[in-house]
Nanobody, 125 residues
Framework: QVQLVESGGGLVQAGGSLRLSCAAS????????MGWFRQAPGKEREFVGA????????NYADSVKGRFTISRDNAKNTAYLQMNSLKPEDTAVYYC??????????????????WGQGTQVTVSS
């Protein structure tokens, strides 16, 4: 069992940066693929990016590619989402999630077994 807690959200002006953290409990953190998703009001939860357990592969949604970077520190049981050049359309609740590597596609919400509670990111214009 893995429990996830996000932190680092807040209010930032367009063009600014934020770094989200996702702290995980449980000894099996290093075996999970970690994903970041976001959900804006009235919209479905959407994929932002994901990183494999060994950090050998990362994938990003086209909308954030080149601006966001995912990393993880398995020794600290923590995953990160560095967000640069933020835009008002990045405003959403951001969630981290964990999935077993062999279950489903990293792109899909339903493939993830464990979710954090979310952290609000608001980008003002």
């Amino acid at each position: 069992q893995v429990q996830l807690v996000e932190s680092g959200g807040g209010l930032v002006q367009a063009g600014g940066s934020l770094r989200l953290s996702c702290a995980a409990s449980g000894r099996t953190f290093s075996s999970y693929t970690m994903g970041w998703f976001r959900q804006a009001p009235g919209k479905e939860r959407e994929f932002v990016g994901a990183i494999t357990w060994g950090s050998d592969s990362t994938n990003y949604a086209d909308s954030v590619k080149g601006r966001f970077t995912i990393s993880r520190d398995n020794a600290k049981n923590t995953a990160y989402l560095q967000m640069n050049s933020l835009k008002p359309e990045d405003t959403a609740v951001y969630y981290c999630a964990a999935k077993s590597p062999w279950i489903g596609s990293y792109l899909l919400v339903r493939a993830y077994e464990h979710w954090g509670q979310g952290t609000q990111v608001t980008v003002s214009s």
